[in-house]
Structures are given as C-alpha cells and as structure tokens.
Antibody, heavy 121, light 110 residues
Framework: EVQLVESGGGLVQPGGSLRISCAAS????????MHWVRQGPGKGLVWVSR????????SYADSVKGRFTTSRDTAKNVLYLQMNSLRAEDTAVYYC??????????????WGQGTLVTVSS | QSALTQPASVSGSPGQSITISCTGS?????????VSWYQHHPGKAPKLLIY???KRPSGLSNRFSGSKSGNTASLTISGLQAEDEADYYC??????????FGTGTKVTVL
C-alpha cells in the first residue's frame, strides 16, 4: 500500500525556518517525481514545488522561489521541504504528493495527510 | 504566476449539467494541454477527475468531462448528484516548468 506521511510541521515565527519531511513507503520512491502542494486556512490548493526522480532538478512557485528548497533522500525514502524566511502567508497545511511514472502534467495519484505549518509571532 | 481564475461558486439541481470554467493565459492553459481537474471534499484527499485537459482516469464516471479552448479550460458535470457537492480545482502546467492551480469553485447541489 502506498503511504505518504508528512511530519515536522509546527509554529514558527516570521522570518524563521522549518524543515518538513514526507516518509514514503509501499512503492519504489526513487522512480517517482514528487511535489509539495499547500492549502492555507479557508483557501484553495497551491502548488509549491516539485523534484524529479533522482533529485537532480526541482522547480518552485514564484511565491516561494529563493526561500524554499525541495530535496529527497532515496536511501531513506524521504522527501524534504526546507522553508526559510517564512512569512505569515506561508501558513498552510503542506501535502506531499506523488505523480505516476510517465504522467504528463500534475496528475496526482496519492496524497499524504498533510502537516500544518503556522507562521506567527 | 497568478492563480487561474475560476468562478467562486456554481450550483445546479440534481440531474442538471453544470460547467466550471478555468481561465488563464498563454503562459499556462493557452500554451499547454497539461490541464487537470480535481474534486475535493473537505477532510478528504483531492481526487483526480481529468488530466491532459480531456482525459478521464480509468474507472471514473463519464459524467465528468473536460475541454479546452484558447486560454480557458472547462469541466462539465452532467447528471448532477448530491455527492458532487464539493470544491473543484483546475491546474495547469506553466512556463518555467511550474504548475498553477485555479482559485477553486464550490459546487452546490440544490
């Protein structure tokens, strides 16, 4: 069974940093592109970033570019999102999601349960 | 990239058809066939309805259909049912190898 389990969320002050993780199991993690999607309180879904299967390339939404970094440890089957210079508007539930091999576009077949990041003083 | 524009709400009676629009620009929808649609019931994981603008995942009801013209993509739900009441989001590949979601549409079944 495919499982994506996020962790590491919490309360952080504006300007602070936080790293959240996503532990993957039940599939060959190293074969899949992975993405982060977030949803602020009472707001819609927002694509945050993606990383290719071997971790060599990544891309980011303009709103987080230069502040967030996505990485993966294929030996541990873990996806990470390092978030720096956090702002109040980054407050959201962050979801780790999987896109099937060979899929074109953001074709998400599995979602994690999400981890809440709250940026507030 | 700004969010794609969707109507905030759409409603219909059971059995009717409704269409949700998703408007972008030439740097996203207009320049790509990589448009997907998701249905989201609060508290549950979003569900893929449409990918590559017009394709349905295997096993999904044919009551859901997608189309694209120029900078606008659309999702049509025919034979509206009570369980279709949910939030719906479009998503498009965009210039710079990024993705952008729509603002979301709340569908109400009257």
């Amino acid at each position: 069974e495919v499982q994506l389990v996020e962790s590491g969320g919490g309360l952080v002050q504006p300007g602070g940093s936080l790293r959240i993780s996503c532990a993957a199991s039940g599939f060959t993690f190293s074969s899949y592109w992975m993405h982060w999607v977030r949803q602020g309180p009472g707001k819609g879904l927002v694509w945050v970033s993606r990383i290719n299967s071997d971790g060599s390339t990544s891309s980011y939404a303009d709103s987080v570019k230069g502040r967030f970094t996505t990485s993966r440890d294929t030996a541990k089957n873990v996806l990470y999102l390092q978030m720096n210079s956090l702002r109040a508007e980054d407050t959201a539930v962050y979801y780790c999601v999987r896109v099937p091999i060979g899929a074109s576009g953001l074709v998400i077949d599995h979602w994690g349960q999400g981890t809440l990041v709250t940026v507030s003083s | 990239q700004s969010a794609l524009t969707q109507p905030a709400s759409v409603s219909g009676s059971p059995g009717q058809s409704i269409t949700i629009s998703c408007t972008g620009s030439s740097s996203n929808i207009g320049g790509s066939y990589l448009v997907s649609w998701y249905q989201h019931h609060p508290g549950k994981a979003p569900k893929l309805l449409i990918y590559e603008a017009i394709k349905r995942p295997s096993g999904l009801s044919n009551r859901f259909s997608g189309s694209k013209s120029g900078n606008t993509a659309s999702l049509t739900i025919s034979g509206l049912q009570a369980e279709d009441e949910a939030d719906y989001y479009c998503c498009s590949y965009a210039t710079g190898s990024i993705y952008v979601f729509g603002t979301g549409t709340k569908v109400t079944v009257l």
